[in-house]
T-cell receptor, first 113, second 115 residues
Framework: GESVGLHLPTLSVQEGDNSIINCAYS??????FIWYKQESGKGPQFIID?????DKRQGQRVTVLLNKTVKHLSLQIAATQPGDSAVYFCAENGGTGFQKLVFGTGTRLLVSP | DGGITQSPKYLFRKEGQNVTLSCEQN?????MYWYRQDPGQGLRLIYYSQIVNDFQKGDIAEGYSVSREKKESFPLTVTSAQKNPTAFYLCASSIGGGSGQETQYFGPGTRLLVL
């Protein structure tokens, strides 16, 4: 979850494609993870969360996969729509027992019609 | 309509001036947080409060101050000691309780600019 500078990685997809956004988390003690969507100039919006006792969780058009062995999280968006265009970032709780989240820098998703 | 509100949406600060950003929530959440977001960077924690009348410094508290006199409100003051205040400021809240597995919900943000 460290800052990597001004330029976010970008994923460009066509409308209707499935999108996969990846996140490598840093703390093996983390036991709770959240994906957020942030549109330009707005606050982050909760998408889906997952606890470490699960490896997959599904929502509406979204699926989160958790691989604790390699400390990797992914967000899959089915049938991507232009309204899905935003920055997506993951957060981990660091296993501190208090909700102090550590946030990734994010991936920009661009969906073209 | 439940949620988190932040005001103002844009705020301009002059040199040497303290400014206060408002954050209000009607979600009945115990815990509240302030983050700073700079372009291309992850959110960084400024201050957090687990309960009324109690708050702790986050990772970048220097130049900032907060108060938590009411459960619903967690204002952030950006003091003149903060030399690089230009950023997007985000307030969040969570149900609290210390489980460490709580969703944080965010407000719409305040963009602070220096004149």
């Amino acid at each position: 979850g460290e800052s990597v500078g001004l330029h976010l990685p970008t994923l460009s997809v066509q409308e209707g494609d499935n999108s996969i956004i990846n996140c490598a988390y840093s703390n093996s003690a983390s036991d709770y993870f959240i994906w957020y969507k942030q549109e330009s100039g707005k606050g982050p919006q909760f998408i889906i969360d997952i606890r470490s006792n699960m490896d997959k969780r599904q929502g509406q058009r979204v699926t989160v996969l958790l691989n604790k062995t390699v400390k990797h999280l992914s967000l899959q968006i089915a049938a991507t729509q232009p309204g899905d265009s935003a920055v997506y970032f993951c957060a981990e709780n660091g296993g501190t027992g208090f909700q102090k989240l550590v946030f990734g820098t994010g991936t920009r998703l661009l969906v073209s019609p | 309509d439940g949620g988190i509100t932040q005001s103002p949406k844009y705020l301009f600060r002059k040199e040497g001036q303290n400014v206060t950003l408002s954050c209000e929530q009607n979600l009945n959440h115990d815990a509240m947080y302030w983050y700073r977001q700079d372009p291309g960077q992850g959110l960084r924690l400024i201050y957090y409060s687990q309960i009324v009348n109690d708050f702790q410094k986050g990772d970048i508290a220097e130049g900032y101050s907060v108060s938590r006199e009411k459960k619903e409100s967690f204002p952030l003051t950006v003091t003149s000691a903060q030399k690089n205040p230009t950023a997007f400021y985000l307030c969040a809240s969570s149900i609290g309780g210390g489980s460490g597995q709580e969703t944080q919900y965010f407000g719409p943000g305040t963009r602070l600019l220096v004149l």
